[in-house]
Structure formats: structure tokens, C-alpha cells
């Protein structure tokens, strides 16, 4: 049974800054292609950052590129999320995902095939 447990999330004020991580079991974790979607109160989930297998390629959302950083232990099977100078437009529900398979639609929720349940960041003005 594959499992994705996020951890890390909190209450922070602006500027602040926040590290996710995401422990996966279950799955072949060194060969799985890892992200981070967000979903704010009243909006859809959206795509934050992607990591492949390897951890040689990443991939950012416009809004958190050059304040977030996406990285993986593959020897430890946990992925993270640094997320620094947190704005309040940061808050949301964090959600880590995991896919079998490379796709250039990686910003489609649609492409992952496990999901964990999710961590809250909360950033206060």
C-alpha cells in the first residue's frame, strides 16, 4: 500500500519561511517522479514544483519560482519543499504527489498516481 505523508506545515508570518516533507512508502520511491500541489480556500488545486527521479530536473509555478525550492533523499524515499519570503497569497493546504512516469503534463493533478493527505501553511500578514 503506497503512502504519502506530508509534515512540516504550520503557522508562519510573511517573509517567513517553512520546510515540507513528504515520506513515501510503499512504491519505488527512487524511480518516481515527485510534486507539491497547493489548494487555497474556495480555489483549485494548483501545481507548485516538480522533481524527477533523479532530482537532476526540477520544474517551478511562476508565483513560487525563486522562493521555493523542490529537492529528494531517494535514500531516505522523502521529497521536500523549502519554502522561503512566504507570502499570505502562500496559504493553503500543501499536498505532496507521486507519479510512475515522466509526463509533460506535469502540472496536471491528473498525471500523478498516489497522493498524500495533505499539510496546512499558513502565512499571517
Known amino acids: 500500500q503506497v503512502q504519502l505523508v506530508e509534515s512540516g506545515g504550520g503557522l508562519v508570518q510573511a517573509g517567513g519561511s517553512l520546510r515540507l516533507s513528504c515520506a513515501a512508502s510503499g512504491l519505488t520511491f527512487s524511480s518516481s517522479h515527485m510534486a507539491w500541489f497547493r489548494q487555497a480556500p474556495g480555489k483549485e488545486r494548483e501545481f507548485v514544483a516538480h522533481i524527477t527521479w533523479s532530482g537532476s530536473v526540477t520544474y517551478y509555478a511562476d508565483s513560487v519560482k525563486g522562493r521555493f525550492t523542490i529537492s529528494r533523499d531517494n535514500a531516505e524515499n522523502t521529497a521536500f519543499l523549502q519554502m522561503n519570503s512566504l507570502k499570505p497569497e502562500d496559504t493553503a493546504v500543501y499536498y505532496c504527489?507521486?507519479?510512475?512516469?515522466?509526463?509533460?503534463?506535469?502540472?496536471?493533478?491528473?498525471?500523478?498516481?498516489?497522493w498524500g493527505r495533505g499539510t496546512q501553511v499558513t502565512v499571517s500578514s
Open positions: 504527489a507521486a507519479s510512475r512516469k515522466f509526463t509533460w503534463r506535469l502540472r496536471r493533478e491528473g498525471e500523478y498516481d498516489f
